[in-house]
């Protein structure tokens, strides 16, 4: 291929070759395929953009082959296809994008092929879609702006989805139907429409250290599915619940997970009829430290400390505008059965040699603001000295009036801080 536009069909009948697309196009109208791999194997096409016909690339029964750099856009129905047992493919940083059905489609047992920095963006349905497939791996992928959703394993085993990217779908960053034994570790889905993570029904899937944030409803929801393992994962920022299990759940184990700051709490099961292991799960909020002296001018660089059951769990200073940044903290530990025990918060801030302890309360994310008296005779040096520069010079009796007048404030600042320590 010579870098011109080609208005028909690839059709590739042999094995072993590999094409260099050098920029070419090739241009459908609406029907047929692009490219065309009937039980080929070992060819490599690369450097490639086809647009326009009902398939981009259509891998049948074939195996072995490598497809890299290219883009399908613009297809009636999919991007990329490896249908019937196309097994041991890899795909490498191929674009898919404004498909009308899937970006990537794996179909009809086509198993252990390797989908890596692959992009499907603005697709009608899925942006990655596996059917009835095992033993796949995808590895940093990106699936954002789908229709439906950005991966979905349906009728699926066995599995490895690792390091992807779902965000801004209208539905789910990932879901799974029907699905069981597959591996979803490190990924992350942000801003979908309906959730992060969706599973229903499915069972002995395993989802690990996997972020969902900022999503409209949920950021990981488990619907009539039964032992699926969910550890280490987070979800924070979302609309409705964290984790939500709805339906018949059960025996499904949510351990060690973080809930922060989502709309409707951490953890949600009343919907839920199975039994369910919570252990070690958590529900946080943020904290933001404000230190201020008692007029309220903001202190920059005072010590802030934040312990956990006595446990302390982050250290920082404010800046100059008294503040710290905003802090994890958890507010609740989930027992096995869900129930809860409330985390006691200490925070204590040093400044200018004093310090203040306090016990937080953190069922909501919130500023807590600490005082510390205001620096004793700083209002009352600067008058004196400019009235003695202005008498053309300092004389000793305006070291006594100033010397007077600094302690007097200190004695006063002192008594007030005394005081409002005793009632505190």
Known sequence: MNGSVYT??????????VIDGNGSIVLGSGSGYGFNLNGRSNVTIYNVTVTGWQVGFYLYSSSKNNLTGNTASHNTIYGFVLDFSSNNNILYANNANNNTEYGFALDSTSNNNTFRINTANYNTEYGFALDSTSNNTLLGNTANYNTLCGFALNFSSYNNLTGNTANNNTQYGFALFSSSNNNLTGNTANYNGYGGFYIDPSWYNTLTDN??????????????????NLT????????????????????????????????????????????????????????????????????SGADVEVLSN?????????GSNGLTSWIDVPYQTLMTDG??????????????????????????????????????????????????????????????????????????????????????
Not at 8 to 17: A, G, H, K, L, R
Not at 211 to 228: K, M, Q, R
Not at 389 to 415: D, E, F
Request: proline residues 2%; aromatic residues 10%.
């Open 8 to 17: 028909e069909t690839i059709v590739v009948t042999v094995d072993n070759i």
């Open 211 to 228: 972020n969902a944030d900022y999503n409209t409803l949920y950021g990981f929801h488990v619907y009539n599915s039964s032992n699926n």
């Open 232 to 299: 280490g994962n987070s979800a924070s920022n979302n609309n409705g619940y964290g984790f939500y299990l709805s339906g018949n759940s059960t025996g499904n184990n949510i351990t060690g997970n973080t809930a922060l700051n989502n709309t409707n709490g951490g953890y949600d099961w009343s919907t839920c009829t199975g039994i369910n292991d919570f252990t070690g799960c958590v529900v946080a909020y943020y904290l933001c430290v404000n230190v201020t002296d008692t007029s309220g001018s903001p202190l």
């Open 310 to 318: 006595g446990t302390v769990i982050y250290t920082t200073t404010t």
């Open 339 to 424: 129930t809860t025990t409330n985390n006691t918060i200490t925070v204590t801030v040093q400044y200018s040699g004093s310090n203040i302890t306090r016990t937080v309360d953190m069922s909501s994310s919130h500023v807590e603001t600490f005082q510390f008296p205001k620096a004793a005779g700083s209002s009352l040096i600067l008058p004196v000295l400019l009235l003695a520069g202005t008498q053309g010079g300092v004389s000793p009796m305006v070291y006594v009036a100033v010397g007077i007048a600094v302690v007097g404030v200190a004695i006063v600042a002192g008594l007030v801080y005394y005081f409002r320590r005793m009632k505190a």
